[in-house]
């Protein structure tokens, strides 16, 4: 790692804990008005929207680089509390239904561990939980509430009545698909909480959950640790990287992540360019 980038990163670090001035922590409310929806029920229709402008086509007409599955979404305010559980398909078997509390995982791991002036999306966090990493053990320092997550009537799943919403979820996730969510409140960079997408390759969750930001217009985003863009997109830096794993696992930033496949990685990289973070109208 080259002196420059060190003192590239350690100034965004220090900027993220010291610059920024603290705000309230938001609330699901928070996050319905900055979407401009008037009710809970507006706002889960809004996250369905996005998610499925985000996630379609399906199959082989992907453009996200993984299987061109369903997915689901969640979003968490800044307590941790969901507000939102979301799905593409036509009922909530159309998608991993294993994928609803990782998503909702994801979304908690982002805004846990992103601050008001430096965002770390899960995908940031994969090499420093490895083994020998900095951070190895973070995955179980805050488990998942189970009786948030498996409670309730499952009929209702991804509707804006899931048994998840008001809850606190908790859980680490640390591959690709969780997000911070930031949105400029009186010249502020506030963050709101955070969004978790699960259903297809770690990889393509990302991508997808970028977009669905994007989408949302909650990508306000202060600062990051990725060394090409300076935001909370994946890195690709591992060197040697196979698909779906790291031959010889070494990240030259410290905040590698796995390829998954040559057309996720290309959707990945060109993500800050082609949906640039900040205020906006996305393509």
Known sequence: MTAKLVFRMCSTLLIGLFVIPAMAFAS?????????AASSVAAHNMLVTALKNATFPLGDQ??????????????????GIVCSVAFTGGDRGDQWPGSRVISAQKANTANAFSLPGLALSTANLYTAVQPGGSL??????????????????PTKNG?????????????????????????????????LGGIGVSGDSSCADH???????????????????????GTDNIVYDI?????????????????????????????????????????????
Not at 28 to 36: E, M, Q, V
Not at 162 to 173: L, P
Not at 243 to 252: E, F, H, M, R, Y
Request: net charge negative.
């Open 159 to 191: 509707t804006s009545d899931d048994a998840m919403v008001g809850g606190r979820i908790g859980g680490v996730n640390v591959f690709g698909g969780g997000l911070a969510l930031y949105k400029v409140v009186n010249g502020q960079k506030r963050l």
């Open 136 to 153: 190895f053990g973070l995955q179980e320092s805050n488990p998942v509430n189970t009786d948030v997550a498996y409670g309730g009537d």
């Open 28 to 36: 699901c409310s928070d996050i319905n008005s900055a979407l401009g």
């Open 207 to 229: 991508n997808i959950a970028w977009k669905t930001r994007a989408f949302l217009n909650l990508d306000d985003v202060p600062a990051g640790v990725d060394p090409a863009s």
């Open 62 to 79: 992907t453009t996200n680089g993984g299987f061109g599955l369903n997915m689901w979404a969640s979003i968490v305010d800044r307590d």
């Open 239 to 283: 060197s040697k990287p196979g698909n779906s794993q790291a031959v010889d696992p070494k990240s030259a930033s410290g905040w590698g992540h796995p390829q998954c496949s040559v057309a996720a990685t290309a959707v990945g990289t060109a993500l800050p360019t082609k949906y640039p973070v900040g205020p906006g109208v996305q393509p």
